[in-house]
């Protein structure tokens, strides 16, 4: 389903943004020059064309094209204008040291001239600490937002010829490898609906922490040795309470991921975070191992309840997982 969905929303995009000029090495961001309703064009040096699920009145959410804008780039227009400011607000608890629960609420906050120069002037009377969104106007009818991205690893080289820059995943794989949480299956591959091992699946949270040192010097499993490379990852996961081994004397590195063991590994590396909500009838159980991951999962807006607990995990969908609530 996710795929449709990205292959529908690439047509719409290209539909609305009326040919924009991409980088020639073949990644998303790149100038992008369009003319909206009004008849005025802007043209952004070094930007990112994607799309997102916004809220410009706090109560509903529309999927609204989204240009991201590279810090330092040039913006010009052919004549000066005005748009609406928009920024979300949240609310937040913390739930652990790394995760900090959070709900949006996009809402107007006042209006900005529009003139050529470079992006930060645009921006300067803006509160960027937190999400802030520009309506530029419409094209073809559909709105049009501008954000100010300073995220590094979005604008560097995507290296992956099987990453998609419209797949929902693209920009956790880019996050992944350019945070060296995960390298791809090769240089040019990084091999999206693969599986994933339990040793690499521990592995890939313990770089996402910052390779934190185990304490213990003891290692009890038979198949885990020194030279391997999830050989710290194992220990600390072990001694975190994230998993334990399969058996006394084994980890099982090798065994495949299943959704159940990647989130329930995910949650208890975040800390255990309570859902936030509290639901009296939950869809995955109230025995299950896995079934407060999952509540949690799902309100964190990572799965659905219809997904599989026992179905084999991609790694697109790990990485996607991790992004969405690791440190970046």
């Known amino acids: 389903m996710k795929k449709v969905i990205s292959i529908l929303l690439a047509v719409v995009l290209c539909v609305m943004l009326a040919a924009p000029a991409f980088a020639s090495d073949g990644n998303l961001y790149g100038p992008i020059s369009i003319t909206l309703d009004n008849g005025i064009s802007v043209e952004f040096e ?55 629960r959070e709900s949006y609420a996009y809402l107007k906050d006042g209006t900005v001239e529009v ?5 930060e002037w645009l921006f300067e009377t803006i509160d960027y600490m937190y999400a802030t969104y520009l309506l530029l106007g419409t094209i073809g009818g559909e709105k049009l937002l501008v954000e100010y991205y300073d995220v590094d690893y979005i604008w560097q080289n995507n290296p992956f010829e099987d990453v998609s820059p419209w797949s ?10 350019y945070r060296d949480v995960t390298t791809g299956t090769s240089a040019t591959s990084f091999s999206p609906e693969s599986t994933c091992t339990r040793g690499q699946v521990v592995t890939f949270l313990w770089r996402a922490l910052n390779c ?19 050989y710290k990852a194992v220990l600390w996961a072990v001694e975190e309470g994230i998993t334990n081994g399969t058996s006394a004397t084994t980890f099982s590195p090798n065994a495949t991921c299943k959704y159940e063991h990647v989130l329930t590994f995910l949650w208890r590396a975040l800390g255990t975070p309570m859902p936030f909500l509290s639901h009296e009838s939950n869809p995955f159980g109230t025995t299950a191992y896995y ?37 970046k």
């Open 291 to 327: 079934a407060e991951a999952f509540e949690f999962a799902a309100e964190y807006g990572m799965i659905d309840y219809e997904i599989n607990p026992a179905a084999f995990c991609p790694r697109a969908d790990i990485v996607e997982f991790m992004y969405r609530v690791m440190p």
């Open 46 to 100: 070094t930007a990112i064309h994607t799309y997102d699920f916004v809220s410009l009145d706090a109560k509903t959410e529309d999927m609204v094209s989204v240009i991201r804008v590279k810090p330092g780039t040039m913006v010009s227009v052919s004549q000066p204008f005005t748009a609406d400011v928009h920024t979300w607000n949240s609310m937040g608890e913390y739930y652990s040291d790394v995760l900090e």
């Open 168 to 177: 929902y995943y693209y920009e956790a794989v880019l996050w992944a490898y």
């Open 115 to 119: 003139r050529t120069g470079k992006i």
């Open 212 to 230: 934190p040192e185990p304490e213990t010097k003891i290692n009890p499993f038979k198949d885990v040795k020194p030279s391997d490379y999830y």
